[in-house]
Every structure is written in C-alpha cells, then in structure tokens.
C-alpha cells in the first residue's frame, strides 16, 4: 500500500528546482517516492535526499522552446510519462517605473527577461507536457503564482504582472484543459523565510526601490503585523501544498490559485 498521496512512481516535472522553493518541493516530491525531473539553469543538480523517488537533472533553460522541448524528450526517453508539471522556475529584477537618478530604471532588457522567464517560460513548458498529457489521457498542471499577482509590489511591478499572468493563464487553460481530464491549479505564496536566492545585489536594488538601505529591508523580513499568524512561511508548507495539489486527493481541485499566505491581507 502507498503512501496517502499515492505520488509513487509519479513522474514530475519542477522547473527552478535546483534552489528556494523550487528545491523544497523536488525534496517533498522524492519523500513522496515520485520521480522528479529538475530542470533548472544551473550547471548540476544540488544534492537531495532520494529516499524512495528517483531523481533526473536536465539543464534547461525554460525561456528558450529549443531547450524546454529537449528537456520533455529527455522525461519521456527516461520514465516514459509526464504526470505533474510544476511551472516554477521565476526571477525579478527590482526597478522603478522612473528613477530620476537612472540607477535602477526599468528597461526593456529587464522588462522582457522577467516576462521571457516567467511567462514564455510558463507557456513553453506548459504547452509541451500538455501535449504528452493528452497522449497519455490526463495529468496536472501547477503554476507558481505570487501574492505580488494580486496585490503588486513596490519596486517588482514586472514581477507583480507576470504573476497576474499566470494567474489568466491557469484560470484559461483549465476551460481548455480540463475536458481532457487535465488539471490546472496555481499556487500563491506569501511573505517566505529566507532562501539563498536574496543575494546582495537583489536586495540593494530591491532596498533602493523603496527608498530604504539593505538593513531595514532585512528587519523588514521579520515584520508580520499584516499576516493574522504572525509569522513567514516555511519553504516546505509550499512544498507540501504542492505534492497534495499534484495528488488524486486534490482531483477536484481545478481552475483556481490558491493563496498560502498565511491569511496575509494589506487592511
């Protein structure tokens, strides 16, 4: 007998699995005794603890159909099937709409590699394991979203949009999807402990933003008077959230983003 979620032997995609929340999931997912594919733009796979799944590294980079496309070829040559897609794979890159000193101004370079990342990235992904899905009669699809989607964010109004997007993008593709028995659920953290991906020059820029220096930005990270459970949340409960939306005890669970906030509101 299975586990309760029964994601043995499931085969599963996360995109950006090789750090942050990305990470957390592939180590729930291989607890569970899935077998997950990590794609992600880092040279080699970090190390996991198998426990009873099985792991696959592919180097991809989801903004280019080229390498996506490869990347499923290699899922399918190795285990055959595509159960989950996990579209988590994400970047933002702080600017001001204007900035009048011309230090952290959004440009078009940044503009379009947070939407190729996010976004393309999100389609090109998606559109390729649905094909497979819809060979083999049925699968999910996960969407990473943000709170940002919904309620913006100073400094990462790119970010904020593109998160928005994928929320259009999971409530359309589960009208289009969901016919053919696939399922399509997005996920929306919010405020979450740190991970290795807050590096110096993300938070200068994200700091300069808003006005404030490197310092208050991290005391900020503490600060959980808008969230009713007075603290951030854990890289696992988004894990977790994830391997139950991936399972048949989510089957009825279609069409929607789900927030893991903690009850976050601004009021």
Known sequence: MGSWLNLEGKSIIVTGGAAGVGYACVQELLWD?????????????????????KLLYVKTDVSSKASVDAMIAKVLETFG??????????ITIPRLLVDEAHQYELDEAAWDKVMNVNLKGTFFCSQAAATAMLKQGGGVIINMSSESGLEGSEGQ?????????INSLTRSWAKELGKKNIRVVGIAPGILEATNLRTLSYETALAYTRGISVDD????????????????????????LVAFIASERAAYIHGVTINIAGGKTRG
Do not use: Q, W
Not at 33 to 45: E, F, L, R
Not at 81 to 90: C, P, R, S, T
């Open 217 to 240: 930005l991290r005391a900020g990270y503490n600060k959980t008077n808008t969230t009713p459970l007075g603290r951030s949340g854990k890289l696992s409960e988004v894990a977790n």
């Open 157 to 165: 109004s790119v970010y904020a949009a593109s998160k928005n997007a």
């Open 81 to 90: 099937k595509i159960d989950v897609l996990v579209n988590n794979a994400g």
């Open 33 to 53: 005794g899935a077998y997950v594919t990590v794609c992600d733009i880092a040279d080699k796979a970090p190390e996991f603890d198998l426990a009873d799944g």
